[in-house]
């Protein structure tokens, strides 16, 4: 089934050979490991298909992708030049049903089949000690935010227990702008690693305890801030649940955007840094939206952008996606560290992203400030916090 399902994605990537997907992979880009390029990933098929690999020989090499979908970006079968190439690369897609077929098979890597396991056991990521259902609304503490409501927050697992201050600051933004909304009666993790990694089966659990659990407290309407639960709320819910999901999903960056264009907020207090901004994979590579992070930027006072286009940006990953930095944390440091290089070439003290995952192991790197855009623009509309 799978090799049905594959075969032609294989053949297209494999037939034409350009290659030029490799430049933008940040995996590449540091490794320089033909093995663990999007053209290998995809040779790997038209192998398995003659019989001369089997998955657990290459099980390993599907590892190294942080999912940025940058290679598809840049992939001729996707530009769909001239009359020679109609097809759709997915290789984003490919890595995460090769991963999915290594597991159904009883091929695991350790680091995942570990952060999974405990994944299933707490509902929600191991992203520190003592992550709990218990203290998922910890961080709401002080805040009076009801439960439920026809829309509701949700604050994924790194945001909720470690990033604490980051769905702080978009609450008092919230708030500040009149916009109602409350928190999930029971949230787990939204099961989008689990099926980046594989974990297809518990995914899909973990989805429909989230969706059944709006559906009782008639939630109509999802805020999201982290880049992760986007994707998987807008592409993997639907994928699962077909027309059962009727949950609208709204990113609270272009939501922020919209408010401080229509003058329902307005930034007044200075932030004097010199900084550049550090585009989400999942928001400008795999979604296009990469002009509001920018509006927000511009609309602060005493900031000095130095902005880079976005095209530019397409071969910049901070490395933490698709499941890497849990399994090669090692790997994620060091594309990491070529990210803030080249923040650093632009003469800035300080990197914006709006990205809680990728925020930490930028901020690991030590030679340059890492801030998220949210707490940034909390900061100018006078509620941020110390």
């Known amino acids: ?25 940040p995996v590449m880009q540091v490794t320089r490991n033909e093995s663990w390029s999007p053209t ?25 992708c942080t999912g940025c979908g940058a290679c598809e970006l840049r992939c001729p079968n996707s530009l769909f030049t001239g009359d020679f190439y109609r097809f759709r690369t997915r290789t984003v897609d490919l890595v995460k049903a090769m991963r999915g077929l290594a597991v159904s098979e009883g091929v695991h890597q350790p680091g995942w089949q570990r952060w999974n396991r405990l994944t299933d056991q707490n509902s929600h990521e191991p992203v520190l000690d003592g992550v709990s259902q218990e203290r998922v609304r910890d961080w709401a503490d002080g805040l009076d935010l009801p439960v439920g409501g026809e829309t509701i927050l949700f604050v ?11 769905p702080r600051a978009v609450a008092r933004m919230l708030n500040l702008a009149g916009y109602t909304f409350g928190l999930m009666n029971e949230q787990w993790c939204c099961g ?13 659990r ?23 639960d986007y994707i998987t709320f807008t592409e993997d819910y639907p994928r699962y649940f077909g027309e059962e999901f009727d949950i609208e999903v709204v990113l609270v960056i272009e939501l922020l955007a919209s408010m401080v264009r229509e003058g329902v907020l307005t930034p007044h207090v200075p932030v004097e840094r010199s900084v550049t901004y550090h585009d989400p ?8 939206i990469w002009q509001e992070p920018r509006e927000l930027l511009r609309s602060i006072p005493g900031l000095d952008f130095r902005d880079v286009d976005r095209v530019t940006q397409w071969s910049s990953c901070s490395g933490a996606g698709g499941g890497l930095a849990i399994e090669k ?40 400030g890492v801030v998220d855009l949210h707490e940034l623009l909390a900061e100018s509309l006078g509620v941020g916090e110390p």
């Open 1 to 25: 089934m799978f090799l049905e399902e594959w075969r032609d994605a294989a053949y297209n990537c494999f037939s034409s050979g350009h290659k030029f997907c490799r430049e933008v992979c």
């Open 40 to 64: 290998a990933f995809h040779a790997n098929v038209v192998a398995m298909e003659k019989g001369e690999l089997e998955v657990s020989d290459v099980a390993a090499d599907y590892v190294n």
């Open 156 to 166: 994924d697992c790194e945001a909720a227990f470690h990033r604490t201050s980051l």
């Open 192 to 204: 989008g690693p689990a099926a980046e990694m594989g974990y297809g089966e518990q995914a899909q």
């Open 206 to 228: 973990f989805a429909r305890h989230n969706l059944d659990d709006w559906r009782a407290h008639g939630v109509r309407r999802v805020l999201v801030l982290d880049p992760h």
């Open 281 to 288: 994979c999942r928001l400008n590579k795999r979604k296009g």
């Open 329 to 368: 944390p090692e790997l994620t440091a060091k594309i990491s560290a070529a990210r803030v290089d080249k923040a650093l070439e632009l003469g800035v003290d300080t990197l914006v992203t709006a990205c809680p995952w990728a925020e930490r192991p930028l901020s690991e790197v030590g030679t340059i």
